[in-house]
């Protein structure tokens, strides 16, 4: 296993790229499973997730050839319908594979994902809505079985606003006879994203990134070509880290307009951000003001930056509140920023950041994909040595952090445990 070492201390100064989102390229790959030709993604990201994804497709008999960011995907050969236990239990995204295979196979058999770090992380939404779709769903030996004569299209209100619940909806009804309507549909740029290639392909996809998405169903879809939208998260981190660092970074090829709530937040903290068409320039300030948060679905502050987020807290001036309100696990990072000498303490949701005037490096330990980059936020500015072990929950949503950080001006590197 490999671990990362920083010597904190350096500021962050240079030039950044973004690579493609993590939380774009993995439904819009699954995507292929809706038509039987040859489709090319560019500008996808190098990460472990991805590698589980093409394991995955494989295994339902796509054929996939892909050197570093371009990956092709021909599913005219699909032949299985079940994805296995080992192959989801590595990525819950997997269920990602359960609308399309229901409408271009008309039955599908994926292991149930589990829970994970962060929370139970239940799929009950998704069932729900291929169930009013037309498909049979039947819990069996760990699996859900899915089968249907012909999907059709339904109403279907989501109980609450589920990101990949609404891209496995959005994938079936594609192919559904008549209109669907999906309602307290998922708002995030990822979901416009993925109904942007759908529409590419020849559906028929309006409203998308609202909270009322119509979905009129299309005999087939056609393979297309697509670029792979910036990585907000990452963005998000970058920005971050140059507050953290008290450092001065351009990052370029990125989305300013995915992250209004992350640069609004960062800016109340004392933070000089300046978008310019597709950069932001982030200078970090000397005094970092304490500012609550509340983490809510798209287009407020997302869940997916609460943690590094939590991490500049940790050494602003004064206290700050941070709300987690979509998962219900989701401050397993507290226990290692103690480690390092941060004020934090939990009641609920709630997570209550005394700021320190600086942190001190230790060995922590990652465990999940956002925890793993917190710490690696607070070895950046952490006094002496912080090692970050188990950075394989790292791997699977960032590509090269490390490296990045390290053009940055960082002292750190990667080594093999
Ligand atoms: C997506 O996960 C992202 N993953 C997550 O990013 C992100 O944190 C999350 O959306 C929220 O924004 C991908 O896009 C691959 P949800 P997803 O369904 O779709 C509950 C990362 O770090 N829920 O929007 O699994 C659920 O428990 C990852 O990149 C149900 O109750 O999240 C949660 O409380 C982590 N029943 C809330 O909804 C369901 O059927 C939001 O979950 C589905 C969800």
């Not at 995907?73 to 819950?92: F, H, P, T, W």
């Not at 903290?269 to 005094?287: A, M």
């Amino acid at each position: 296993m490999d671990k990362i070492i920083i010597k904190g201390g350096q500021p962050l100064k240079g030039e950044v790229k973004i690579s493609g989102a993590k939380n774009a390229a993995l439904p819009i790959l699954f995507s292929s499973l809706l038509t039987d030709g040859l489709n090319e993604y560019t500008n996808v990201p190098v990460l472990q997730d991805i590698e589980s994804t093409k394991t995955l497709l494989t295994s339902l008999g796509a054929k996939i050839q892909s050197e570093k960011n371009r990956v092709q995907i021909d599913a005219k050969g699909l032949n299985n319908y079940e994805a296995s236990y080992d192959l989801v239990r590595k990525m819950r995204a997997s269920i990602l594979v359960l609308g399309p295979l229901v409408a271009r196979l008309k039955k599908a058999k994926v292991s149930l994902p589990g829970g994970c770090a962060i929370g139970a992380r239940p799929i009950n939404l998704h069932l729900k809505g291929l169930a009013k779709l037309g498909a049979r769903i039947e819990l069996k030996d760990g699996f859900v079985e899915a089968s249907t004569r012909g999907l059709k299209g339904a109403i279907i209100d989501f109980d609450l606003k589920t990101v990949t619940g609404t891209e496995n909806l959005m994938m079936a009804a594609s192919l559904a006879k008549g209109i669907t309507i999906l309602n307290n549909a998922a708002q995030e740029p990822e979901i416009i994203a993925l109904a942007d290639v759908l529409n590419k392909m020849g559906a028929q996809i309006t409203g998308a990134g609202t909270h009322k998405i119509r979905i009129e169903g299309v005999p087939c879809l056609n393979p297309t070509l697509v670029k792979i939208i910036p990585d907000r998260i990452e963005a998000g981190t970058f920005i971050a880290a140059a507050a953290l660092t008290r450092g001065n970074i351009l990052i370029k090829n990125c989305e300013p307009d995915h992250l209004t709530a992350v640069i609004e937040k960062l800016k109340q903290t004392g933070t000089k951000i300046i978008v310019k068409d597709k950069t932001i320039l982030v200078q970090g300030s000397e005094h970092i003001g304490s500012v609550d948060l509340k983490t809510m679905p798209y287009p407020g502050f997302p869940t997916d930056m609460q943690a590094q987020f939590m991490t500049l807290m940790t050494i602003a001036n004064g206290v700050s509140m941070i709300t987690e309100t979509i998962f219900e696990n989701r401050f397993i990072h507290v226990s290692e920023l103690r480690r390092l000498g941060a004020d934090i303490t939990i009641s609920g949701n709630n997570a209550m950041v005394k700021g320190v005037k600086n942190l001190s490096g230790a060995p922590v330990m990652a465990t999940d994909l956002r925890a793993s980059a917190s710490l690696v936020l607070a070895g950046l500015v952490a006094g002496g040595i912080t090692e970050v072990r188990r950075i394989y929950h790292l791997d699977r949503g960032y590509d090269r952090l490390e490296a990045k950080f390290a053009r940055l001006g960082a002292d750190i590197k990667r080594v093999r445990e």
